[in-house]
């Protein structure tokens, strides 16, 4: 796919996206909404499309370098970072990865061969994985540290300064 076909799909992820967070100024049928993931994600960056563009661009860079995923650990442990800071989760995956999906389709329109979605849906399964294996590991780096934990545990606010 051109890169420009990219540019289009983040703008209809991004629409996918604001509609599966109920953000969209028109209430659009047949959309589900995800409640869950409205608190990680940033609203100014979501409207500024930064977040979806930032996914679907590697997720296409990804599919670039299929062959040499080397190429992309530095970029992708950077991400990891950054989802372990948000307490992203496996399941969330799922969810996004249907809304890219369906944009892939949109975008290419009839191009869009059950074959091709499929090779689509493949690459960004495999993504996926590799990224929420990186994330277990630092989750249970994070847990067995001194002190660690993983998750939104509840703190008490013993003292204000
Ligand atoms: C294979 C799937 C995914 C890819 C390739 C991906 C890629 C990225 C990239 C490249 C960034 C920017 C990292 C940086 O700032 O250095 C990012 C940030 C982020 N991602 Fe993901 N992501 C994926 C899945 C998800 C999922 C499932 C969620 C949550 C539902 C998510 C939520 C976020 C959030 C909230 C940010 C931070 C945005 C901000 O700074 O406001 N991502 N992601």
């Known amino acids: 796919m051109h890169k420009w076909r990219w540019y289009v ?7 996918s996206l604001l509609r599966l967070h109920n953000w969209a100024p028109i209430s659009i049928t047949g959309c589900s909404k995800n409640p869950e993931l409205r608190n990680v994600f940033n609203s100014v960056n979501q409207h500024s499309g930064a977040q979806p563009t930032a996914l679907a661009m590697a997720v296409l860079a990804y599919a670039e370098h299929i062959d040499s995923r080397q190429v992309l650990s530095h970029a992708l442990n950077r991400t990891a970072n950054k989802h372990v800071s948000l307490d992203i989760r496996p399941e969330q995956y ?8 369906a944009s892939i389709g949109e975008v290419l329109g009839e191009a869009a061969t059950p074959g091709l979605i499929d090779a689509w849906l493949v690459a960004y399964q495999q993504l996926a994985a590799i990224m929420s294996g990186a994330q277990a590991d630092l989750y ?12 939104w545990p509840p703190f008490v606010v013993k003292q204000k300064m």
Do not use: Q, R, Y
Request: proline fraction near 0%.
């Open 9 to 15: 799909l983040t703008t209809g992820f991004l629409c």
């Open 94 to 101: 799922d969810i996004v990865g249907k809304h890219l999906l």
């Open 140 to 151: 249970s780096k994070s847990v067995a540290k001194k002190g660690g934990w993983s998750g």
